[in-house]
């Protein structure tokens, strides 16, 4: 089970609120259509060519959603994949710490750990993922291109969060 909600803060009115359950493969494509709906684009006229900016870049937030779906421990009950939208950040929980002798460290390096083989063998063969380990460089690498602050990694004993800083969209 994933949870999607949007707020100003975390004391303030849920503004909009979805579970997303089910086949993952079926899932996992109607999450990041949902996701968009909340990543608004502007332009500005460069040279005579159209620009454009999101307030997250979509590779991203897609990396960051089914890297979430893909490492969490799935033996904590009663957690489901958690994505909470503020105005100035997204943030990605994902149920279960950092497994085995992974660090954050060695991720933003690109040294990968599959927690669950079986899921990753299955979210590869319908190419969401590829098994190389760059989806953190590659996180940081596309928030960087798009005017975006640098990514947020944090790892908890029951969690590990990614929090996507807003780019230059902020007030869109």
Same mark, same amino acid.
């Given at each position: 089970m994933?949870? #999607?909600?949007r =707020?100003?803060?975390?004391e303030?009115? *849920?503004?909009?609120?979805?579970?997303?359950? +089910?086949?993952?493969i079926g899932?996992?494509? =109607?999450?990041i259509? #949902? =996701?968009?709906?909340?990543?608004p684009?502007?332009?500005? &006229?460069?040279?005579?060519q159209?620009?454009?900016?999101v307030?997250?870049?979509e590779?991203? @937030?897609?990396?960051?959603v @089914?890297?979430?779906?893909c490492?969490?421990?799935?033996?904590l !009950?009663?957690? +489901? *994949?958690?994505?909470?939208? #503020?105005q100035?950040?997204? *943030?990605v929980?994902s149920?279960g710490?950092?497994?085995?002798? !992974?660090?954050?460290?060695?991720?933003?390096?690109?040294i990968?750990?599959?927690?669950?083989?079986?899921?990753?063998?299955?979210?590869?063969d319908?190419?969401? @993922? &590829?098994?190389?380990g760059?989806?953190?460089?590659?996180?940081?690498a596309?928030?960087?291109s798009?005017g975006?602050? *640098?990514p947020e990694?944090?790892?908890g004993?029951?969690? #590990?969060? @990614?929090?996507?800083?807003?780019?230059?969209?902020?007030?869109?």
């Amino acid at each position: 089970m994933w949870f #999607f909600w949007r =707020l100003r803060t975390r004391e303030s009115k *849920v503004r909009d609120h979805r579970t997303f359950s +089910g086949a993952l493969i079926g899932a996992l494509p =109607l999450m990041i259509s #949902f =996701l968009a709906n909340y990543n608004p684009r502007a332009f500005d &006229e460069i040279k005579g060519q159209r620009e454009e900016r999101v307030k997250y870049p979509e590779f991203a @937030v897609r990396e960051a959603v @089914v890297n979430a779906l893909c490492h969490r421990d799935y033996t904590l !009950q009663g957690a +489901g *994949v958690r994505i909470e939208i #503020f105005q100035d950040r997204m *943030v990605v929980t994902s149920p279960g710490g950092l497994s085995n002798t !992974q660090t954050i460290g060695r991720m933003k390096t690109g040294i990968s750990y599959a927690r669950n083989p079986l899921l990753l063998q299955y979210l590869y063969d319908y190419r969401y @993922v &590829e098994r190389l380990g760059r989806s953190i460089p590659k996180i940081f690498a596309s928030m960087k291109s798009n005017g975006n602050k *640098v990514p947020e990694l944090a790892d908890g004993d029951t969690y #590990f969060q @990614v929090t996507l800083p807003a780019g230059g969209l902020r007030n869109v």
